[in-house]
């Protein structure tokens, strides 16, 4: 390289420079709010187009000055870890389901856990789109938590090796479950032996035999491929599976009150598309896993269901110290639901 050469690259570095240092502090100015939105299922689940949505609507409504990354199937962090990620600061945004707030210290989430407590979406809305729903969002607060919406996505089924027909059936077999300590009572009420495990380690589980099945909805299910290594699947409905759309408090209270707004109103069409896609795709990717052939697809009769309710109600009551009488009652209230007496 020539000297004049040499000078004439370092007189531009030196121009480019200038050029920065005046340019900075409008580039500075100008960068995006970075909302990392984490979750644990696949792209094509209710939840992860519901949180894709999210991030259309947010970024294009706030003209650019919010991005909002998504990162699914466990990417960044698990279950467990992502409550705490939420908690630190290191993402924003989470969509946990209601049976993974146990660790965080609010117990009263597993009143959702109850087995066959709504007898519709129509009971579960009730309780989440009223009063229960904002006093539950409460308690999330003093974790540093804020809870913003809550997302439906159906009913738990069961998969298992064998038939799972008759309450008898469950006897021995290690199920996997969320963490929630109402899910665990429910499977040693059927006399299984509850496992807490990740969502992102179940299909490796249910493959290499550490659990013999577990319960879960059709889009995970499908997604997941648990059901090419689970033989046979019974449409139970005992549960139910949905999610609290969560922020970082301190985040979100430090945000221009404009952008607020703009992302809540993208949150509340997101929350409409995310209910909508639940119901679609839990109904096509139970027919999809009945095409393959994979896993036999069971309805229990009415004799065998009830039956599953006489050894499941109890739970109910044996949970009550747990999860609070008072949130339980406020919840049957909502969602229409008697206890027998
Ligand atoms: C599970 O762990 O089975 C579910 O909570 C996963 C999910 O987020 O749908």
Redesign the pocket.
């Given at each position: 390289m020539t000297h004049s050469t040499t000078r004439s690259i370092t007189r531009r570095s030196a121009l480019a420079a200038a050029a920065l240092a005046v340019a900075a502090p409008t580039t500075f100015a100008q960068a995006p709010i970075v909302i990392k939105f984490s979750?644990?299922?696949a792209p094509d689940?209710p939840?992860g187009n519901g949180a894709q949505r999210f991030k259309e609507l947010a970024e294009q409504r706030s003209g650019g000055r919010v991005k909002v990354d998504v990162y699914p199937n466990s990417q960044l962090y698990k279950?467990k870890e992502e409550m705490e990620a939420l908690q630190l600061g290191s993402v924003q945004m989470l969509?946990?389901?209601l049976?993974?707030f146990g660790p965080l210290g609010v117990k009263e989430f597993e009143v959702f856990d109850l087995p066959f407590i709504f007898k519709d979406q129509a009971a579960f809305r009730a309780v989440t789109e009223g009063q229960v729903g904002a006093d539950l969002f409460r308690k999330l607060e003093p974790k540093g938590v804020k809870g913003l919406a809550y997302w439906d996505?159906g009913f738990h089924i069961m998969s298992a090796n064998k038939p799972l027909h008759k309450v008898a059936d469950f006897r021995g077999l290690k199920m996997?479950i969320?963490s929630s300590k109402v899910l665990d009572a429910e499977m040693r009420a059927l006399g299984a032996v509850p496992q807490v495990m990740?969502?992102s380690e179940?299909y490796q589980a249910l493959q290499s035999g550490v659990v013999d099945g577990?319960?879960?909805?059709p889009?995970?299910f499908y997604t997941q491929k648990t059901y090419e290594v689970q033989k046979h699947t019974t449409i139970s409905n005992h549960g139910h599976?949905a999610?609290a759309v969560i922020v970082n408090k301190k985040f979100w209270d430090g945000l221009p009150a404009d952008i607020r707004t703009i992302l809540e109103g993208a949150l509340k069409e997101a929350t409409a598309f995310a209910n909508d896609m639940a119901t679609k795709e839990n109904i096509d990717d139970l027919e999809k896993m009945r095409a393959s052939g994979k896993t036999t697809i069971y309805t229990p009769t009415a004799a065998e269901l009830d039956e599953w309710k006489k050894a499941l109600m109890p739970v109910h009551k044996e949970m009550a110290s747990r999860v609070g009488q008072s949130t339980i009652d406020a919840v049957y209230k909502a969602a229409g639901f008697v206890p027998a007496k």
């Open positions: 979750h644990v299922v689940t939840k279950d969509a946990p389901s049976a993974k996505n996997r969320q990740a969502f179940l577990c319960e879960g909805v889009s995970n599976l999610y």
